[in-house]
C-alpha cells in the first residue's frame, strides 16, 4: 500500500473539488485530487449509442455517466476529471436574491456576488452565439423566445450566460470553438466547452497539484497528522492511502453522503458524525419534458444544448413561486439514454440485445427537450441501504404542486410550438424522478444536532474536514445551481487556506482580475415583477382547476402473430383539467389522466393525457387522449384515441362519446396491435356530468370554474361541429315530388310513394 503525505487532499474534481484544488496549489500547499473517473479529452467522449450499456455507463467500465437509482428518484451524474462540468449544459446562473433568505447568516446574494463573479471569470461565460452555418442564432432560440411572450401569464425570457467558447469570426469556426452540435451533455469533442479541467484544474496542477484518476476514496478516519484517506487505485488495482492536514470532500451531493454515511454508519471511523447527516436532500425541482414533431422547423440538434431559460410564475395554494423553463438539444446520444430509463424497455433489450442497437437518430431528429427545475421542498433524506448503497426517501405529494405546475407549462410551451409532449417513462409509469441536480444530504447550520456542516463548511466535531460540493447547499436553487456550488466552493476555501496558512488577507489572485459579470436571470426576475404589475387588476394567477370522471366501455379486435381475436375493453379514467380559464374556440390545456383499463382479463393502471380540441382547424377533431398503461409485471402498453365529429351538430353527443381507439399491447412477452371503439353509456353520460369538479379559493371559485368549463365545452363544441360542416360538402335538401309543394319530402305531411 502507497503512504503519501501532504497539507490537502481533494476528493473529487468537480465545480466545488476543482475550485478547491486549485486555490490550495495557488496558496503553496501541497494537494493531491483524488478523482474516481478517469480523464477525457476532446475527441474520447463516446458517440456510438449502440454501445451504451458498454461503453456511456461508470457501472460497466468507468464510463461517462453513473445513474444511481435511489429507490424514489434516479440521480444522474458524470464520473471523470472534471467531474459534473464533462457533461453538464454550460448554464451559469445566479439564483435571485429571496433564494438565500433560508440560508444561515452571512450566505446572501451581496456576500457571494464576488466568488460568482470570479467564478464566471474562470469559466470565460458569455451567452449564446451565432451558429457558424447561419450567422444567426439557433432557430429554437427564437421560438421559444416566441413561445414565452405568448403564455399570458407572467415570464421573463433571457439568453442565460454559458460556458462556452463562441466564434468570434464570419466562416467556420476554429479549433476549440463551437460547433454547434449540441451534444454538450456528453462531453465535447471540439474542446469549446469551458469545463473546469480546462481551467480550474489545470491551475491546479500548474501550481504542483498531483492528480491521481481512477481512485476511489472509500475510507476517511482521524490520524496523528490531521485525516488518513483510504482509497482503490482501479488502474494499479491496489489501495492508496493518503495522510494530509484538511480535507475537502467534493464527490457530489450523493458521492459525498454516501461516503460519510459509510464511515460513520459502517467502518466507524467519524462515529461522531451529527444525526441530520443525509437530511435536506433535494432534486432542485428537475423535470424534463419532450416535444415531439412541432409545428416549425426548430432544428433542435443545432446549438449549444441551452440556449434559453424562461422565469415562469405560477400560483401554488395561497403562495405565488416561481421556476424556469430551458429548452434543449436532442441528440441521439441523449434520446438512447432517455430509453435506458424506460423501466418497460430494459426486459426487451435482455430479450433481443439487437435492439440496443436501433438507430435512434431520426427520432431524435424531430424533438426538442424541454428541462426545467424549481424550488422544490428540500426534504429528501439519504440513507444506506442493505449493501451500503445510496437510497433517498422521497416524497413526490408535498412537491406534486411543482411538478404539475412544470408539467403544465411544458403542455403550453408545446402547445405554442405546435408539438406533443412527452415525459419521461419513469415519471410516466413509475411516478420516479430524475434529477441532474443532486443537492444536500450535509445540512449547514450552528447546531451539530440539526447540521453536518459550519457556515465556514467545516464538519462539526471534526476540525478541517470540509464539504465543498452540492451536499453543502442548504437548500434548492430553482435555478442551474454550478454557478452556486463553484462560489460557495472559492469563499469556503478561501476562509481555510486563512487558517491553514495564517495568512488572514489571502484572497484567489483571479479575483483581481473579475468585473462585475451581467446576471440575465435578475432581468428574467424583473420582467416577472413587471408583468405582475402591469396586469395587477386582470391577471389573477390561481389556477382554475376542473376535474371528471368517465367510464368507457367497447370492445377491440387485437392482431397478434396474424391471428385476430377480439377482446373487451373498459376504461375508468379521472381527468385534470389544469386551469379551466380558456376563451372560447381555443384548445384548452392538457389534462392529466389516471385510471383503470380492463382488457379481457388483464387489470392494469392507466396515466396518459387528453387534448380538448386540440387544434384549431375544422377538422372536426374534439379530443385526443394519449394512454400508457402497465400492472408492473407482464402487461404493458399504449392506447391512441380520438373523438371526433362525424356528421356535425346533428351527431354531436353521440360523436362526444364514442372513443375510437388503437392499442399497442404486450402480455407475458407477447406483442399485438388492434383498433376499436368504446362508448359512454346514457348513464355513464349522467354519471360524468354529475361527477365535474370545480377547484379554486373558496366554493364560489370552484363553483365558477365548473360554470366555466361548462360554457367553454359546449360553446366550443358547437363551433367545432359547425366548422366541421362548414368544410364538408353542400348538403341538398331532397325535394318534394309533390306537384307544387315547396317543401321537402321530410316537411310534407302527405304520404309519398317512391319518386
Same mark, same amino acid.
Given at each position: 500500500?502507497?503512504?503519501?503525505?501532504?497539507?490537502?487532499?481533494?476528493?473529487?474534481?468537480?465545480?466545488?473539488?476543482?475550485?478547491?484544488?486549485?486555490?490550495?496549489?495557488?496558496?503553496?500547499?501541497?494537494?493531491?485530487?483524488?478523482?474516481?473517473?478517469?480523464?477525457?479529452?476532446? +475527441?474520447?467522449?463516446?458517440?456510438?449509442?449502440?454501445?451504451?450499456?458498454?461503453?456511456?455507463?461508470?457501472?460497466?467500465?468507468?464510463?461517462?455517466?453513473?445513474?444511481?437509482?435511489?429507490?424514489?428518484?434516479?440521480?444522474?451524474?458524470?464520473?471523470?476529471?472534471?467531474?459534473?462540468?464533462?457533461?453538464?449544459?454550460?448554464?451559469?446562473?445566479?439564483?435571485?436574491?429571496?433564494?438565500?433568505?433560508?440560508?444561515?447568516?452571512?450566505?446572501?446574494?451581496?456576500?457571494? $456576488?464576488?466568488?460568482?463573479?470570479?467564478?464566471?471569470?474562470?469559466?470565460?461565460?458569455?451567452?449564446?452565439?451565432?451558429?457558424?452555418?447561419?450567422? =444567426?442564432?439557433?432557430?429554437?432560440?427564437?421560438?421559444?423566445?416566441?413561445?414565452? #411572450?405568448?403564455?399570458?401569464?407572467?415570464?421573463?425570457?433571457?439568453?442565460?450566460? &454559458?460556458?462556452?467558447?463562441?466564434?468570434?469570426?464570419?466562416?467556420?469556426?476554429?479549433?476549440?470553438?463551437?460547433?454547434?452540435?449540441?451534444?454538450?451533455?456528453?462531453?465535447?469533442?471540439?474542446?469549446?466547452?469551458?469545463?473546469?479541467?480546462?481551467?480550474?484544474?489545470?491551475?491546479?496542477?500548474?501550481?504542483?497539484?498531483?492528480?491521481?484518476?481512477?481512485?476511489?476514496?472509500?475510507?476517511?478516519?482521524?490520524?496523528? &497528522?490531521?485525516?488518513?484517506?483510504?482509497?482503490?487505485?482501479?488502474?494499479?488495482? /491496489?489501495?492508496?492511502?493518503?495522510?494530509?492536514?484538511?480535507?475537502?470532500?467534493?464527490?457530489?451531493?450523493?458521492?459525498?453522503?454516501?461516503?460519510?454515511?459509510?464511515?460513520?454508519?459502517?467502518?466507524?471511523?467519524?462515529?461522531?458524525?451529527?444525526?441530520?447527516?443525509?437530511?435536506?436532500?433535494?432534486?432542485?425541482?428537475?423535470?424534463?419534458?419532450?416535444?415531439?414533431?412541432?409545428?416549425?422547423?426548430?432544428?433542435?440538434?443545432?446549438?449549444?444544448?441551452?440556449?434559453?431559460?424562461?422565469?415562469?410564475?405560477?400560483?401554488?395554494?395561497? %403562495?405565488?413561486?416561481?421556476?424556469?423553463?430551458?429548452?434543449?438539444?436532442?441528440?441521439?446520444?441523449?434520446?438512447?439514454?432517455?430509453?435506458?430509463?424506460?423501466?418497460?424497455?430494459?426486459?426487451?433489450?435482455?430479450?433481443?440485445?439487437?435492439? /440496443?442497437?436501433?438507430? %435512434?437518430?431520426? /427520432?431524435?431528429?424531430?424533438?426538442?427537450?424541454?428541462?426545467?427545475?424549481?424550488?422544490?421542498?428540500?426534504?429528501?433524506?439519504?440513507?444506506?441501504?442493505?449493501?451500503?448503497?445510496?437510497?433517498?426517501?422521497?416524497?413526490?405529494?408535498?412537491?406534486?404542486?411543482?411538478?404539475?405546475? %412544470?408539467?403544465?407549462?411544458?403542455?403550453?410551451?408545446?402547445?405554442?410550438?405546435?408539438?406533443?409532449?412527452?415525459?419521461?417513462? #419513469?415519471?410516466?409509469?413509475?411516478?420516479?424522478?430524475?434529477?441532474?441536480?443532486?443537492?444536500?444530504?450535509?445540512?449547514?447550520?450552528?447546531?451539530?444536532?440539526?447540521?453536518?456542516?459550519?457556515?465556514?463548511?467545516?464538519?462539526?466535531?471534526?476540525?478541517?474536514?470540509?464539504?465543498?460540493?452540492?451536499? +453543502?447547499?442548504?437548500?434548492?436553487?430553482?435555478?442551474?445551481?454550478? !454557478?452556486?456550488?463553484?462560489?460557495?466552493?472559492?469563499?469556503?476555501?478561501?476562509?481555510?487556506?486563512?487558517?491553514?496558512?495564517?495568512?488572514?488577507?489571502?484572497?484567489?489572485?483571479?479575483?483581481?482580475?473579475? !468585473?462585475?459579470?451581467?446576471?440575465?436571470?435578475?432581468?428574467?426576475? &424583473?420582467?416577472?415583477? =413587471?408583468?405582475?404589475?402591469?396586469?395587477?387588476?386582470?391577471?389573477?394567477?390561481?389556477? /382554475?382547476?376542473?376535474?371528471?370522471?368517465?367510464?368507457?366501455?367497447?370492445?377491440?379486435?387485437?392482431?397478434?402473430? +396474424?391471428?385476430?381475436? !377480439?377482446?373487451?375493453?373498459?376504461?375508468?379514467?379521472?381527468? %385534470?383539467?389544469?386551469?379551466?380559464?380558456?376563451?372560447?374556440?381555443?384548445?384548452?390545456?392538457?389534462?392529466?389522466?389516471?385510471?383503470?383499463?380492463?382488457?379481457?382479463?388483464?387489470?392494469?393502471?392507466?396515466?396518459?393525457?387528453?387534448? &380538448?380540441?386540440?387544434?384549431?382547424?375544422?377538422?372536426?377533431?374534439?379530443?385526443?387522449?394519449?394512454?400508457?398503461?402497465?400492472?408492473?409485471?407482464?402487461?404493458?402498453?399504449?392506447?391512441?384515441?380520438?373523438?371526433?365529429?362525424?356528421?356535425?351538430?346533428?351527431?354531436?353527443?353521440?360523436?362526444?362519446?364514442?372513443?375510437?381507439?388503437?392499442?399497442?399491447?404486450?402480455?407475458?412477452?407477447?406483442?399485438?396491435?388492434?383498433?376499436?371503439?368504446?362508448?359512454?353509456?346514457?348513464?355513464?353520460?349522467?354519471?360524468?356530468?354529475?361527477?365535474?369538479?370545480?377547484?379554486?379559493?373558496?366554493?364560489? !371559485?370552484?363553483?365558477?370554474?365548473?360554470?366555466?368549463?361548462?360554457?367553454?365545452?359546449?360553446?366550443?363544441?358547437?363551433?367545432?361541429?359547425?366548422?366541421?360542416? $362548414?368544410?364538408?360538402?353542400?348538403?341538398?335538401?331532397?325535394?318534394?315530388?309533390? #306537384?307544387?309543394?315547396?317543401?321537402?319530402?321530410?316537411?310534407?305531411?302527405?304520404?309519398?310513394?317512391?319518386?
Amino acid at each position: 500500500m502507497e503512504h503519501v503525505r501532504v497539507d490537502a487532499v481533494v476528493v473529487g474534481s468537480g465545480f466545488g473539488g476543482a475550485a478547491a484544488a486549485a486555490r490550495l496549489a495557488q496558496a503553496g500547499l501541497s494537494v493531491v485530487v483524488l478523482e474516481r473517473g478517469r480523464r477525457w479529452k476532446p +475527441g474520447d467522449f463516446p458517440r456510438d449509442v449502440g454501445k451504451l450499456e458498454d461503453d456511456w455507463l461508470w457501472g460497466k467500465d468507468q464510463g461517462l455517466y453513473d445513474i444511481r437509482w435511489l429507490d424514489r428518484m434516479a440521480s444522474v451524474q458524470a464520473a471523470g476529471w472534471g467531474g459534473g462540468s464533462l457533461v453538464y449544459a454550460n448554464v451559469f446562473a445566479r439564483p435571485p436574491r429571496e433564494v438565500f433568505d433560508s440560508w444561515p447568516d452571512g450566505y446572501d446574494r451581496d456576500a457571494l $456576488d464576488p466568488y460568482y463573479d470570479v467564478a464566471a471569470h474562470m469559466l470565460r461565460v458569455r451567452p449564446v452565439g451565432t451558429d457558424p452555418l447561419t450567422g =444567426q442564432v439557433p432557430a429554437r432560440t427564437v421560438a421559444m423566445e416566441g413561445a414565452a #411572450s405568448r403564455l399570458h401569464r407572467p415570464a421573463g425570457t433571457v439568453r442565460p450566460l &454559458l460556458a462556452v467558447t463562441f466564434a468570434d469570426h464570419p466562416g467556420p469556426p476554429r479549433a476549440g470553438e463551437c460547433t454547434f452540435v449540441g451534444e454538450c451533455m456528453f462531453g465535447c469533442n471540439e474542446g469549446a466547452k469551458n469545463s473546469v479541467d480546462r481551467n480550474y484544474l489545470s491551475i491546479a496542477e500548474e501550481h504542483g497539484a498531483e492528480a491521481r484518476t481512477l481512485c476511489e476514496v472509500d475510507r476517511i478516519a482521524p490520524s496523528a &497528522l490531521g485525516y488518513e484517506v483510504g482509497y482503490l487505485d482501479r488502474a494499479a488495482g /491496489r489501495r492508496g492511502l493518503v495522510q494530509a492536514r484538511a480535507v475537502f470532500l467534493a464527490a457530489g451531493a450523493v458521492g459525498t453522503t454516501e461516503l460519510l454515511l459509510r464511515n460513520r454508519d459502517v467502518l466507524r471511523t467519524l462515529p461522531d458524525l451529527s444525526p441530520a447527516l443525509g437530511r435536506g436532500f433535494s432534486g432542485n425541482g428537475d423535470f424534463l419534458a419532450f416535444v415531439s414533431r412541432p409545428r416549425s422547423e426548430l432544428s433542435p440538434q443545432r446549438g449549444p444544448t441551452i440556449t434559453t431559460t424562461t422565469i415562469v410564475d405560477c400560483h401554488i395554494g395561497k %403562495e405565488k413561486v416561481w421556476f424556469q423553463v430551458q429548452d434543449g438539444a436532442y441528440p441521439a446520444q441523449l434520446s438512447e439514454l432517455v430509453r435506458s430509463l424506460n423501466p418497460l424497455r430494459r426486459p426487451a433489450r435482455a430479450r433481443n440485445p439487437r435492439a /440496443r442497437r436501433r438507430p %435512434e437518430g431520426s /427520432r431524435s431528429r424531430g424533438t426538442m427537450a424541454l428541462l426545467m427545475m424549481g424550488r422544490d421542498t428540500a426534504d429528501g433524506v439519504l440513507t444506506l441501504d442493505h449493501n451500503g448503497e445510496a437510497r433517498v426517501a422521497w416524497r413526490n405529494r408535498p412537491n406534486a404542486p411543482l411538478y404539475r405546475a %412544470e408539467m403544465r407549462a411544458a403542455r403550453q410551451a408545446a402547445r405554442q410550438l405546435g408539438g406533443r409532449v412527452r415525459f419521461l417513462p #419513469s415519471w410516466v409509469f413509475l411516478r420516479t424522478g430524475v434529477t441532474v441536480h443532486n443537492l444536500g444530504g450535509a445540512p449547514m447550520g450552528d447546531d451539530p444536532c440539526s447540521s453536518v456542516i459550519d457556515r465556514s463548511g467545516q464538519v462539526h466535531g471534526y476540525p478541517r474536514l470540509y464539504v465543498v460540493d452540492g451536499a +453543502g447547499i442548504p437548500a434548492s436553487t430553482g435555478v442551474n445551481p454550478s !454557478a452556486t456550488i463553484t462560489a460557495v466552493a472559492e469563499r469556503r476555501v478561501e476562509a481555510a487556506i486563512r487558517e491553514l496558512t495564517g495568512d488572514e488577507t489571502w484572497r484567489a489572485p483571479e479575483r483581481a482580475h473579475a !468585473a462585475r459579470a451581467a446576471v440575465p436571470e435578475d432581468e428574467a426576475m &424583473l420582467a416577472v415583477q =413587471q408583468w405582475r404589475h402591469v396586469h395587477r387588476h386582470s391577471y389573477d394567477p390561481s389556477p /382554475r382547476p376542473v376535474v371528471f370522471r368517465e367510464v368507457l366501455s367497447g370492445e377491440v379486435e387485437l392482431v397478434e402473430s +396474424g391471428s385476430t381475436s !377480439a377482446r373487451a375493453l373498459r376504461l375508468r379514467l379521472a381527468v %385534470e383539467l389544469p386551469d379551466s380559464g380558456v376563451p372560447v374556440g381555443e384548445p384548452a390545456p392538457v389534462a392529466s389522466v389516471t385510471g383503470v383499463l380492463d382488457l379481457g382479463d388483464a387489470r392494469a393502471e392507466v396515466r396518459g393525457d387528453l387534448t &380538448l380540441f386540440p387544434r384549431a382547424r375544422g377538422d372536426g377533431l374534439y379530443m385526443r387522449y394519449d394512454l400508457s398503461y402497465t400492472d408492473g409485471r407482464r402487461c404493458h402498453g399504449r392506447i391512441t384515441g380520438t373523438k371526433a365529429a362525424t356528421r356535425g351538430r346533428r351527431s354531436l353527443l353521440r360523436d362526444l362519446t364514442t372513443l375510437s381507439v388503437s392499442i399497442e399491447h404486450s402480455e407475458g412477452g407477447a406483442s399485438a396491435t388492434g383498433t376499436g371503439a368504446v362508448r359512454i353509456s346514457l348513464p355513464g353520460v349522467v354519471a360524468l356530468a354529475c361527477s365535474v369538479r370545480g377547484g379554486g379559493r373558496d366554493h364560489l !371559485a370552484a363553483a365558477m370554474a365548473v360554470a366555466r368549463f361548462g360554457s367553454y365545452f359546449v360553446l366550443t363544441a358547437l363551433r367545432r361541429a359547425r366548422s366541421f360542416e $362548414d368544410r364538408g360538402p353542400k348538403r341538398q335538401r331532397s325535394r318534394c315530388p309533390c #306537384s307544387g309543394c315547396a317543401g321537402s319530402a321530410r316537411s310534407c305531411g302527405r304520404a309519398h310513394g317512391p319518386a
